[in-house]
C-alpha cells in the first residue's frame, strides 16, 4: 500500500494501531491501517490511486477483497497533539520500504489517547509497546508537559517502572 | 469574521460551536444555527477529514468536538475567541445554548 502510493507521487507514514502490532511483534492486532499523508492529496486523486491498486472507498475507508485491513487516510500534518514528527523508522519488507512512526512517537501517539479520552486500552497498547521496544522515556516526559498532561505522564511511568516486562535502560 | 479565510460561514459557525459548547450533533446543530441537516453534515465532515474535528457515538448519536490532538489546535482557539468577540451581539446569542442540566419532565 505504502509503495504503491510512493509510486505514484504520494509519501505517507504509517502511525496508530498498525504501529502497536508491529513494535509488539503482534502481541496487539490491529485491524487498521492509519496512513497519514506528508502532503495535502486531493480526495478524488486518492481515490483514483487507490482504485488502480484495488481498494475501493467504503465510508471514510478503503477497503480490498484481498486485504483483512481497513486502511484510513489521514490529512497532514504529520504530528502527536502539537509536536510536530521530525524523524520516522523505516520497515522493509521484500525490499519495499515504508515509513512509519518511531517506538518511542508510537508510544506518543498512544498515550495522546489515553490523555485525551482517558482511553486505557490505548496505555496498554503504550506499555505493550515498552516491552518490546526501547523508548526515550525522557522524550514523552517532555512531550507530555508540553501537552500539558504531566500528571497522567506520572501515572503512566509509574506503571512502567512496576511492569517488570518494560524494558528499561 | 473569519468566512475568507475558512470558505464557508457555516464551518465558522460550528467551530465557534464546538469551541463554547466543548461538543455538539448535527441535528442539534441544525436546530441551534437555524440551519438545515445536510450541509451541516457535509461541513464537519470535512472538518473531521482535515483531522480538526472528532467525532463519536454516544448512543446512537454522533456527537463532535474539537479534536484535541489537532497539530494546530493552540494557535486556532485564540483566532477562533479574537473572531467570536468581533460577532454583533445578535450573532453570539445563537452559541449560548443552555447546557446547564435540567430535570427530565420539567417544561422550559
Known amino acids: 500500500m505504502a509503495h504503491h502510493l510512493l509510486n505514484n507521487g504520494i509519501e505517507v507514514v504509517l502511525t496508530g494501531g498498525a504501529c502497536v502490532s508491529i513494535y509488539s511483534h503482534n502481541r496487539y492486532a490491529s485491524l487498521d491501517l492509519d496512513f497519514v499523508t506528508m502532503t495535502t492529496v486531493h480526495p478524488r486523486l486518492m481515490v483514483a490511486v487507490l482504485a488502480r491498486g484495488?481498494?475501493?472507498k467504503e465510508g471514510r475507508v478503503f477497503v480490498h477483497p484481498e486485504c483483512p485491513f481497513a486502511v484510513d487516510i489521514?490529512?497532514?500534518?504529520?504530528?502527536?497533539?502539537a509536536e510536530p514528527v521530525r524523524k520516522t523508522a523505516t520497515l522493509t519488507v521484500r525490499r519495499m520500504k515504508m515509513k512509519l512512526l518511531t517506538p518511542t512517537d508510537s508510544v506518543k501517539d498512544r498515550l495522546a489517547a489515553y490523555y485525551y479520552w482517558n482511553d486505557l486500552q490505548a496505555l496498554e497498547?503504550?506499555?505493550?509497546?515498552?516491552?518490546?521496544?526501547?523508548v526515550h522515556l525522557a522524550s514523552v516526559r517532555r512531550w507530555s508537559d508540553a501537552?500539558?498532561?504531566?500528571?497522567?505522564?506520572?501515572?503512566?511511568?509509574?506503571?512502567?517502572?512496576s511492569d517488570p516486562k518494560t524494558r528499561k535502560r | 469574521m473569519l468566512e475568507p479565510l475558512l470558505g464557508s460561514p457555516l464551518?465558522?459557525?460550528?467551530?465557534?460551536?464546538?469551541?463554547l459548547q466543548g461538543e455538539g450533533y448535527p441535528s442539534g446543530l441544525a436546530r441551534s444555527l437555524g440551519r438545515r441537516l445536510f450541509p451541516i453534515q457535509d461541513q464537519l465532515r470535512k472538518l473531521e477529514d482535515g483531522g480538526i474535528v472528532v467525532s463519536r457515538l454516544k448512543g446512537r448519536t454522533r456527537v463532535y468536538s474539537l479534536n484535541p490532538r489537532y497539530a494546530f489546535l493552540k494557535e486556532l482557539l485564540p483566532l477562533l475567541l479574537k473572531a467570536y468577540e468581533y460577532l454583533p451581539k445578535k450573532e453570539k446569542e445563537v452559541f449560548k445554548e443552555r447546557t446547564r442540566p435540567r430535570k427530565g419532565g420539567k417544561t422550559l
Request: glycine share 6%; hydrophobic share 45%.
Open chain 1, 147 to 161: 501537552e500539558g498532561h504531566l500528571d497522567k505522564f506520572r501515572e503512566f511511568r509509574k506503571t512502567f517502572m
Open chain 1, 125 to 134: 497498547q503504550a506499555l505493550l509497546i515498552c516491552r518490546h521496544q526501547l
Open chain 1, 74 to 81: 489521514l490529512a497532514p500534518p504529520l504530528s502527536i497533539g
Open chain 2, 11 to 19: 464551518k465558522e459557525q460550528l467551530l465557534y460551536f464546538l469551541m
Open chain 1, 54 to 56: 484495488g481498494f475501493r
